[in-house]
T-cell receptor, first 114, second 116 residues
């Protein structure tokens, strides 16, 4: 079955370390997204990519970086510059074009700073 | 620009009672509207969506929503709550045009508690 796979499900990071969250989709979707979720704050967009080798900053991009070298993959790196990285991170994808299609979400990665 | 407001961050209902989760949107163009559900430590799952045509939209798990343009609302309802409906629900809006306006804009979510 097609879908989005996020790994790992749980991740622990020490202060000052960079960590990379994986997101892979086999839906042949053009667009991919990264969201951060904190209690009571809904979903906040970190980065998005509408096509391979291109991506744009979302609302809270500071302290994060991404790459989109393959259509299937959109990894997110949480750098040491991100002062409060503990959160639940969600990856999503959607087809390109003008269709009224929502997003397909992965199951999330919970990052905790220790 | 488009935005979504979900009234009530927490809603509690008794098992068997009506579920009503409120969503109002702001959009300069006819929107596409979505409701998603999220269970603890999981991703979001699409419940239903409105594109064009019939304003009453039926989704999975017995949920439905009605698009009311005059009220700029897209409230989610279910006639009889079940314990398994306890989750967080997100309303989202997406514009039909290109570029950033085609991204989904999410509301802040409503946590539904179902009491036995």
């Amino acid at each position: 079955d097609g879908g989005i796979t996020q790994s790992p499900k749980y991740l622990f990071r020490k202060e000052g370390q960079n960590v990379t969250l994986s997101c892979e989709q086999n839906l042949n979707h053009d667009a991919m997204y990264w969201y951060r979720q904190d209690p009571g704050q809904g979903l906040r967009l970190i980065y998005y990519s509408q096509i391979v080798n291109d991506f744009q900053k979302g609302d809270i991009a500071e302290g994060y970086s991404v790459s989109r070298e393959k259509k299937e993959s959109f990894p997110l790196t949480v750098t040491s510059a991100q002062k409060n990285p503990t959160a639940f991170y969600l990856c999503a994808s959607s087809p390109g074009g003008q269709g009224a299609v929502g997003y397909t979400f992965g199951s999330g990665t919970r990052l905790t700073v220790v | 620009a488009q935005s979504v407001t979900q009234l009530g961050s927490h809603v509690s209902v008794s098992e068997g009672a009506l579920v009503l989760l409120r969503c109002n949107y702001s959009s300069s163009v006819p929107p596409y509207l979505f409701w998603y559900v999220q269970y603890p430590n999981q991703g979001l799952q699409l419940l239903l969506k409105y594109t064009t045509g019939a304003t009453l939209v039926k989704g999975i798990n017995g949920f439905e929503a009605e698009f009311k343009k005059s009220e700029t609302s897209f409230h989610l309802t279910k006639p009889s709550a079940h314990m398994s409906d306890a989750a967080e629900y997100f309303c989202a809006v997406r514009g039909p045009s290109s570029g950033s306006a085609r991204q989904l804009t999410f509301g802040s979510g409503t946590q539904l508690t179902v009491l036995p």
